[in-house]
T-cell receptor
Framework: AQSVTQLGSHVSVSEGALVLLRCNYS??????LFWYVQYPNQGLQLLLK??????LVKGINGFEAEFKKSETSFHLTKPSAHMSDAAEYFC?????????????FGQGTTLQVKP | DAGVIQSPRHEVTEMGQEVTLRCKPI?????LFWYRQTMMRGLELLIY????????DSGMPEDRFSAKMPNASFSTLKIQPSEPRDSAVYFC??????????FGSGTRLTVV
């Protein structure tokens, strides 16, 4: 069975500092991996995804993530945090071979950005 | 494309009343998902459909909850009778195969 673990339910960084949100997954088949962001009182928005090919994927708002199969990780990074990055972030995994597209979500990490 | 459209955005109802939440997925998407989000439980998958057929409803909390997808462009989630503990934000999402979900803006349900 697939699962996702997000390390740290709350992460706090200063504006301009590096953002690192950790995600580890478990999957018996080649996974597809996703990061979503949820701003207050809004739905979840896709930040980036890894399906096949290049393991470093770039997303919106300057975020990127690297798929590391040996570490079963898909950590999300951004070189310099902005106040507008404050939100909740969800990592998710799906079975690459599945055609239903069902995602398994982590519990989410709330990012706080301090001025 | 207008994205996934959910209605209503907000619903306040009295305990015992029937509540119907609606969702219009993105045209061409073949899967539709209903989620519930609360502070205590986070994001919970209630049910999902593939090609309009319910695939997994194991997340539906009780028989009071039911969902239908009569065609590729419409789905409903019904709660009858509603209870205060059903208060949450309900999200609908659609996808095409494995290319990731597109979420709607959600329906904030308050049962008093």
């Amino acid at each position: 069975a697939q699962s996702v673990t997000q390390l740290g339910s709350h992460v706090s960084v200063s504006e301009g500092a590096l953002v690192l949100l950790r995600c580890n997954y478990s999957s018996s088949v080649p996974p597809y991996l996703f990061w979503y962001v949820q701003y207050p009182n809004q739905g979840l928005q896709l930040l980036l995804k890894y399906t096949t090919g290049a393991t470093l994927v770039k997303g919106i708002n300057g975020f990127e993530a690297e798929f590391k199969k040996s570490e079963t990780s898909f950590h999300l990074t951004k070189p310099s945090a902005h106040m507008s990055d404050a939100a909740e972030y969800f990592c998710a995994v799906s079975e690459g071979s599945s055609n239903t597209g069902k995602l398994i979500f982590g519990q989410g990490t709330t990012l706080q950005v301090k001025p | 494309d207008a994205g996934v459209i959910q209605s209503p955005r907000h619903e306040v109802t009295e305990m015992g009343q029937e509540v119907t939440l609606r969702c219009k997925p993105i045209s061409g998407h073949n899967s539709l998902f209903w989620y519930r989000q609360t502070m205590m439980r986070g994001l919970e998958l209630l049910i999902y459909f593939n090609n309009n057929v319910p695939i997994d409803d194991s997340g539906m909390p009780e028989d009071r909850f039911s969902a239908k997808m009569p065609n590729a462009s419409f789905s409903t989630l019904k709660i009858q009778p509603s209870e205060p503990r059903d208060s949450a934000v309900y999200f609908c999402a659609s996808s095409l195969n494995n290319y990731g979900y597109t979420f709607g803006s959600g329906t904030r349900l308050t049962v008093v």
